[in-house]
């Protein structure tokens, strides 16, 4: 498998963390800088460049969302997209000068939005060539191009729409995609470029070399396995820095930034089904020596900048994660001084910069409109239409037939799958989580950006056999989600769920039984009254849970059902799915499975 479409002018062995890799990296130059702050005579010279990051960009180029048809906008007034970015990108090139500025990303940048799904699945950049047409180019490929980015590391996301998709964006980017911990599963080398060398032309003194080391996520392994599995492996991110940091300080790198699809904290969702970290940035800040600044990707939070100690070296090195969606900017300003025949880094001072204070960059709303018009008239058609409206904002603490919809749809879609079969007499259960708050479907027509709003996940359907004991236990650790809260005590909904940070789409409802989950209880004691069409349910009786991809492969560290073997699964995504189901059916009644089937109470007394 080539690394990409490049020539990499470096290459070399390096051994680490139980396995031989061959490294690999590019090198490139950029436009001479004018040393406006170099020293002149005897006594040091000193130098700064500074690094753009951005992250978790989720196919947004313009500030617009898709879901509703219209500008962007949340409760703190955020905007979001490259085309916002572009403009900050802009204003801090003319700050510092172009040729001492680099613009690096963090990874997550082609799965999110329905502009980036189009160009996967509707109309896919993979497509074969014809006589007079060629594939098109994807809308993030032609926006990074024009902004001149030097680098983006791969982020989980990348995988969604298997590799064919990943490696044609690769093809298309001007930059590379750097990826130090996605190897190859059979010679363990690497899948993708693990660094970028950019040289800095200094006048009146050496260039500075910067080396740009790109890790990604290990959880690739459980949250993309259908597309990964025997093509590729993801060691961790500290085992692969401390092979090629030092590489990058041999190769004669003055400065060393990492760019990391990887959280701050050091927290992992996958429990123990991997040896490695999911958030391990920090531990890649304090545990291999030579790094000078990282970005920081994943999470989804606004870092500005955090400082931490390498234990080794005693050094700092700075973090920054600017948040989302191009909501934010990180900015790392690094000054240098030339001493002993080399530059050496003094300091780095990082910061974020809000989209939201800019307008969009005209240039890249023109070279990108084209794309966005087709996929607002995609995903504005009518599917079908709807009895009653129905809206997910009371959803993560009340039963509600949106959520009941797509459990409908998901035990619909299995039972019959499994017709003929060995498993066909099983009863079929299903999960569904809030993935947002603000999904509606609205009486009266229906529209596919309606429905694609309920599911704004890539995630397929799967199928897994349980026992009603499991299904206990599943939901029992599903309820961790709620904010142990006293009989007496006031609730305030705004502060019910989210317990030790769960997010939403970690709190699964599971359809076909009933159940009450009393929150006065500690976790792990907190479903009551569970029964079965009726009855108490059987812990030995057998259930075949309906059950999407992520979760099947461990994503969320639920218990059980990633341990059963699969009895059937499906390619598609569980949005067609239901979009297919509207068509098919033509309307929705929500008075056909919006039947309570959960609820929270105190002490058995209902919460609502």
Excluded at 458 to 466: C, F, K, P, Q, S
Aim: hydrophobic content about 40%; charged content about 20%; some cysteine.
């Amino acid at each position: 498998m080539p690394l990409n479409r490049r020539t990499f002018l470096n290459r070399s062995a390096a051994t680490g963390a139980g396995m031989a890799l061959a490294g690999a990296g590019t090198v490139a130059a950029a436009a001479p800088a004018q040393a406006h702050d170099a020293g002149h005579g005897p006594g040091p010279k000193t130098y700064s460049l500074r690094v753009l990051g951005t992250t978790d960009l989720h196919g947004h180029v313009f500030n617009w969302d898709y879901f509703t048809d219209k500008e962007y906008d949340d409760s703190t007034h955020n905007d979001v997209g490259l085309a916002k970015i572009s403009t900050l990108v802009e204003q801090a090139r003319a700050e510092k000068g172009c040729d001492r500025t680099l613009l690096i990303d963090a990874g997550d940048i082609i799965q999110g939005t329905q502009l980036s799904y189009y160009y996967a699945r509707v109309e896919p950049i993979t497509g074969t060539p014809g006589k007079h047409t060629k594939p098109p180019v994807h809308p993030m490929a032609l926006a990074m191009n024009h902004m001149r980015y030097d680098a983006a590391a791969l982020g989980n996301h990348e995988f969604n729409y298997g590799i064919p998709v990943l490696r044609r964006f690769q093809e298309q980017c001007d930059f590379p995609l750097l990826a130090a911990n996605a190897v190859d599963a059979k010679t363990l080398k690497p899948a993708f470029p693990p660094y970028t060398i950019k040289r800095i032309k200094v006048h009146g003194g050496p260039d500075i070399k910067v080396g740009i080391l790109g890790l990604t996520n290990p959880g690739i392994a459980i949250w993309d396995k259908a597309n990964v599995q025997g093509k590729m492996a993801f060691p961790g991110l500290v085992e692969q820095a401390k092979i090629y940091v030092p590489k990058l300080r041999a190769l004669g790198c003055d400065v060393v930034i990492c760019t990391d699809h990887s959280g701050l904290d050091g927290s992992t969702s996958y429990g123990d089904a991997l040896p490695y970290p999911e958030n391990a940035s920090s531990l890649v800040a304090e545990q291999v020596p030579g790094i000078d600044a990282i970005l920081v990707g994943h999470t989804h939070k606004e870092v500005a900048s955090r400082t931490v100690v390498n234990t080794v070296s005693g050094k700092n090195v700075v973090l920054s994660e600017p948040l989302m969606w191009g909501m934010r900017l990180s900015v790392f300003d690094i000054g240098l001084e030339f001493r002993r025949g080399r530059w050496s880094v003094t300091s780095v001072v990082a910061e974020v910069r809000n989209a939201n204070a800019v307008a969009e960059d005209p240039h890249v709303v023109k070279l990108v409109k084209a794309e966005h018009d087709k996929v607002v008239a995609y995903v504005n058609q009518v599917v079908g239409t709807c009895a009653v409206a129905m809206a997910a904002k009371e959803a993560p603490y009340k039963d509600t037939p949106i959520i009941d919809f797509i459990n409908a749809v998901q035990m619909q879609t299995v039972k019959a799958a499994l017709a003929g079969t060995e498993y066909a007499a099983l009863p079929v259960l299903s999960q569904a989580a809030c993935f947002s708050r603000t999904a509606a479907i609205p009486a009266g027509q229906v529209s596919l950006r309606d429905v694609a709003g309920l599911y704004v996940y890539e995630n397929t359907l799967d199928a897994r056999v349980l026992t009603g004991a499991q299904v206990k236990d599943y939901l029992e650790f599903s309820a961790k989600y709620f904010v142990q809260t006293a009989p007496d005590a006031v609730v305030d909904v705004s502060k019910l769920t989210n317990a030790d940070s769960t997010p939403d789409y970690n709190y699964d409802v599971v359809g076909g039984v009933s159940y009450e989950i009393d929150i006065a209880k500690p976790v792990g004691s907190r479903i009551v009254n569970l029964t079965f069409q009726g009855a108490p349910l059987d812990p030995a009786a057998k259930f075949v849970l309906a059950v999407n991809n992520y979760r099947a492969n461990g994503g969320g560290n639920f218990p059980h059902v990633a341990a059963t073997p699969s009895v059937w699964a499906n390619s598609d995504e569980i949005r067609n799915t239901i979009i297919a189901w509207v068509k098919a059916q033509g309307s929705i009644d929500p008075s056909a499975f919006g039947a309570d089937s959960w609820k929270l109470t105190r002490d058995g007394v209902p919460l609502f």
